[in-house]
């Protein structure tokens, strides 16, 4: 699959941010939330929706349940700080030209 | 205390369901179980909870079902009951409220599965009204009247009067349903990339 002409949602992306360190999955609500000054609250299904596609791509895993826990923890694998990497040279870019263009 | 209602809603009548259920919640009774027709509250305080009814795509017992469920509890939405894919969930008030964006999307892949259904019982009129005819026909044609063609015409016929029964019962509820499908994918494009 060709992975340069990606262009991740908002959700995605700060799900992808705050999972470069294990989460579970109110963990990850909380952080972006925190992350965004409150201004991008995940909703239930929309991160549920995010975490499968996610999981499916590769560009995050389930780490294994830790005993006593039942909750399932996530982390970015190393496609995914690939793809991040990419995305943030393309909003970058966005960035740069809005600015020439405005300025 | 516990109480146990019985009640009887119809599978397009959810948002009546939930609004029932909340006004339950806000007289201190809240939803601990349900099932079929059958509902169990436990006194608690006044609006303590927050009730919301999701359909699911895969039955609840399934492994995605279960994953589903799963994750829910990990951000604090309980499932308190769950009947054929329909699954009653709550959260706590103090914890927040079911977001916006939910709502639009659990709404709209209610209305729609509630209108396959319609679609499938106004097609299985149109079927079986063409079928029971079709029969009719030839056994008139070819002079055949025996015990199993009667049975044959009652059967379809059977059939055809239940759906074009269930297709009328269903003819308002889908004409609002169809403006909100508009209305709820309109909202979607909005808050599309969120």
């Known amino acids: 699959m060709k992975q340069t002409n990606v262009v991740l949602t908002e959700a995605v992306f700060y799900t992808l941010l705050v999972l470069h360190k294990p989460l579970h ?7 972006t939330s925190e992350m965004s000054n409150g201004r991008l609250k995940l909703s239930a299904g929309t991160l549920y929706g995010a975490l499968s596609s996610l999981l499916d791509k590769g560009w995050i895993e389930e780490l294994p349940i830790e005993k006593g826990s039942r909750k399932k923890e996530y982390k970015v694998t190393k496609l995914g700080k690939e793809i991040v990497k990419l995305e943030l040279e393309r909003l970058e870019e966005l960035v740069d030209n809005g600015k020439r263009i405005i300025n | 205390m516990k109480k146990v209602i019985f009640k009887t809603f119809f599978i397009w009548e959810y948002e009546k369901e939930e609004k029932w259920l909340n006004k339950m919640s806000s007289k201190g009774w809240q939803l601990v179980d349900a099932r ?8 608690g305080e006044p609006d303590e909870y927050i009730y919301r009814l999701e359909l699911l795509d895969k039955k609840p017992s ?3 079902g279960k994953a589903y469920v799963d994750f829910l509890d990990g951000v604090n939405i309980e499932s308190v009951g769950q009947c054929r894919n329909w699954i009653y969930l709550r959260i706590k008030r103090s914890n927040g409220d079911f977001s916006s964006e939910d709502k639009v999307h659990s709404n709209l892949t209610r209305i729609m599965r509630v209108d396959d259904l319609y679609q499938f019982s106004r097609n299985l009129t149109l079927c079986m009204v063409v079928a029971s005819f079709a029969f009719l026909l030839i056994c008139h044609e070819v002079d055949m009247q025996t015990r199993w063609s009667d ?3 009652g059967f379809f016929t059977g059939i055809g009067i239940g759906a074009s029964v269930m297709s009328l019962i269903m003819i308002p509820a889908m004409t609002r349903n169809r403006k909100k499908i508009k209305q709820y994918i309109r909202e979607l494009s909005v808050n599309e990339g969120n």
């Open chain 1, 25 to 31: 999955g109110y963990g990850i609500m909380q952080e």
């Open chain 2, 151 to 153: 049975f044959l015409t």
């Open chain 2, 62 to 64: 399934t492994s995605e």
């Open chain 2, 36 to 43: 079929l027709f059958k509902y169990t509250f436990e006194r």
